[in-house]
T-cell receptor
Framework: DAGVIQSPRHEVTEMGQEVTLRCKPI?????LFWYRQTMMRGLELLIY????????DSGMPEDRFSAKMPNASFSTLKIQPSEPRDSAVYFC????????????????FGSGTRLTVV | DQQVKQNSPSLSVQEGRISILNCDYT??????FLWYKKYPAEGPTFLIS?????DKNEDGRFTVFLNKSAKHLSLHIVPSQPGDSAVYFC?????????FGTGTSLTVIP
């Protein structure tokens, strides 16, 4: 398995522009998470899906952030309009909650997207 | 509010010595704890875990200790190696959701 795949790896955009981050979870995983890593807050959960349905989006900082999961193999995180304070590394992770033993290992993370808004 | 805290943002240790990374938590409902290791430009990867019913789990050079009464978790690496240089996150589970600390950057000096 190729693991959790995120794209792009790096994104530099100007303030006010729309940014779309993409994630392909591990095949068969039924949970998908979007995290943001900052120095102050560490790994901060933004939103998570179960079977493509958003379950908890309370971590989404503002209405400028939105996430979708149109099918089991693809999710997007969109920021519109982007602001400099959105600059961070965004991680996608997936997990299989119903398997015995697998749950103990938490989530499998992608390599992240480093977003810079100038 | 941060339920899982790693109060040391960085730690430097000489190669061959012991590295001790600490983590404190506030939620008594946490039932499972993990440590993740993160290299630059990569996502966090699972390192070691411990159930709340245990106080110690060992895997090679890595040992995790849990003190429930103090709500404290620690990761011991002995002996430390230069390849251990990375950011370490502790995570705690409650109701099937994991909460992460802010991370500790470990540097092992050759």
């Amino acid at each position: 398995d190729a693991g959790v795949i995120q794209s792009p790896r790096h994104e530099v955009t100007e303030m006010g522009q729309e940014v779309t981050l993409r994630c392909k979870p591990i095949s068969g995983h039924d949970y998908l998470f979007w995290y943001r890593q900052t120095m102050m807050r560490g790994l901060e959960l933004l939103i998570y899906f179960n079977n493509n349905v958003p379950i908890d989006d309370s971590g989404m900082p503002e209405d400028r952030f939105s996430a979708k999961m149109p099918n089991a193999s693809f999710s997007t995180l969109k920021i519109q309009p982007s602001e400099p304070r959105d600059s961070a590394v965004y991680f996608c992770a997936s997990s299989l909650r119903r398997g015995t033993g697998v749950q103990r290992y938490g989530y499998t993370f992608g390599s992240g997207t480093r977003l810079t808004v100038v | 509010d941060q339920q899982v805290k790693q109060n040391s943002p960085s730690l430097s240790v000489q190669e061959g010595r012991i590295s001790i990374l600490n983590c404190d938590y506030t939620n008594s409902m946490f039932d499972y704890f993990l440590w993740y290791k993160k290299y630059p430009a990569e996502g966090p990867t699972f390192l070691i875990s411990i159930s709340s019913i245990k106080d110690k789990n060992e895997d090679g050079r890595f040992t995790v200790f849990l003190n429930k009464s103090a709500k404290h978790l620690s990761l011991h690496i002995v002996p430390s190696q230069p390849g251990d240089s990375a950011v370490y996150f502790c995570a705690a589970r409650s109701f099937n959701q994991f909460y992460f600390g802010t991370g500790t950057s470990l540097t092992v000096i050759p």
